[in-house]
């Protein structure tokens, strides 16, 4: 007994010893399935221990952390997730791919997210799941209300929202809201404010021809409407909400409509959840402009240059990145793949699908003006959710927030500002 229970204490030692320790660095809500991902990878590679670090929720922060791992050159981190608007801003910390054998799979990836993912022909990071800013709303509701569809404009969806509010405080739901959506003054503000604006006809902040456009009188006045529901049809909080908490508040039943991501479905429709089967997809709401508009979001895998095992951290970044690991989190975690055959495949579908209906909606989806302003990025955004957040909280009106906006981008990026009839 005592033999067995010593050779056995030698053997886990000599094991763990062995084990070549990665760790990956995920965020939130990705949590569960990188787990589930690693112990796969972990079974069928007995020398390999994959780890994941939780970061915090929220892309900004999350990049300030990361930023803080590479100033110091860490080996703490092997794999790490990386937002779509990163690349650009920290390709230099990070391996190429293709030197690990990527050049031959990416090929079943959507070619934007690759395009989006090679900097000075680097492949820097793989392509995990690609995002949308999608409209959930409450089927339940929207029938009791006598609405057959959802809104299809903003102004729809305020008058939508405020209606089925009062209803449904009038039944004693006081914590009950019209809309929410993610306020804060973070990444998840900037695609809120890049949606309203773009499908009111307000550009991109930026255009492609380097040129500032955010100060133009559909921007502002997309910025004023989307104030005027901080408190109407949207809490206070709002201005303090990000992705998980507007989720929790519209899962425990208390919101008629949503602004979110995908990976928001599979969650609502968990076992215990009080909306599971109440509630359906659709585009975001139009502006004046005529055309819905989803900020495309997702999140990649990359290898640090600071890892010590850059070469097995690549295989399980191909592993986690694969057919087989996508379609898992499809399925599980309704992520959106970012490899074309799985919107084609029959197991998806059966539980996605809405993929069929708002394909176009995945394809079209409005970029964040990354690739003109590169490693500047991160300081175009703070600039202009900053803004977007002091007209939010009522410190500035929008026509002042985004006038300052626009002189604050021409130094940071020494770009010119469009001509009025351009954006
Ligand atoms: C989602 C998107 C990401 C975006 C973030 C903002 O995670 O995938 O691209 O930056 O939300 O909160």
Redesign the pocket.
Known sequence: MIFVFVVSLFATGVMAEEKTIIKVAIGGSAIPSAKKLAEMYNESHPGVDVQILEMPD??TDSLNLYLQFFEAKSSEVDILVV???WPGIIADHLVDLNKYGAEEIVKDHFEANINNNTVEGRLVAMPWYT?AGLLFYRTDLLKKYGYNEPPKTWDELEGMAARIQKGERAERKEDFWGYVW?GNA???LT?NALEWIYSNGGGTIINNDKEITIYNPEAVAAVKQAAGWVGSISPESVTGL??ESSRHIWQSGNAAFMRN?PYAYQLGNAADSVIKGKFDLAPLPAGDSGFAAAAL???QLAVSKYSKHKKIAADVVKFMTSYDAQKYRAIEESYNPTIKALYKDKEVLEVRPYYNRLYDVFMSAVARPTTVTSTKYNEVSALFFRAVHSVLTGKDSADNALGYLQLDLQSVTGFETSSPETK
């Open positions: 929220s892309s937002d779509v608007v995002d993610q973070y990444e998840g695609c990000i992705e991501w979001g997702g999140w």
